[in-house]
């Protein structure tokens, strides 16, 4: 199976990798998010580490029970060949009503067939009011005219 872009990446395919990446994960679908990656894909997620579609399916499942109104903001950093470095932001709320935003970065690799080999994730959670929060749009992906807010990255 093959997902393109593929790899080698320009800045325009490293560009559209990030959206398509961006637009996965804000539709909280574990089924969908999960075919972006590699049968034997290896994650560093936090303090987890995770290898293949059904452990992280597990984990995406648990995630998004955990946060809710996820929304979610990737920023390209660099590319290199196989490689892409992104900045991303995501702002959530816990069962009690408590939101975060949610900042870090992210590492990946990809294969040939531009299946997602390797995630490295780096994240720090940051308590928020509900009204500081930025990303309101309706929840699913953000829309395309929406950049991210100044000073995000």
């Given at each position: ?151 995000l990255f």
């Amino acid at each position: 199976m093959s997902r393109p872009p593929l790899p080698p990446f320009t800045e325009e395919t490293a560009l559209q990798k990030v959206r398509l990446a961006e637009d996965a994960w804000n539709s909280r679908d574990p089924d969908r998010v999960v075919q972006a990656y590699s049968e034997d894909s290896c994650w560093r997620h936090r303090s987890e580490f995770l290898t293949g579609h059904a452990e992280i399916h597990a984990f995406l499942t648990r995630k998004w029970q955990r946060e809710e109104g996820y929304r979610l903001i990737k920023s390209l950093w660099a590319f290199t060949g196989d490689r892409i470095a992104v900045r991303f932001a995501y702002e959530w709320h816990d069962e009690g009503g408590q939101w975060f935003r949610s900042h870090g970065n992210e590492n990946w690799r990809f294969d040939a067939q531009g299946l997602m080999a390797e995630r490295h994730a780096s994240i720090n959670d940051v308590p928020i009011a509900e009204g500081d929060r930025l990303f309101t749009w309706p929840q699913g992906p953000r829309p395309a005219d929406l950049a991210p807010p100044p000073g995000l990255f």
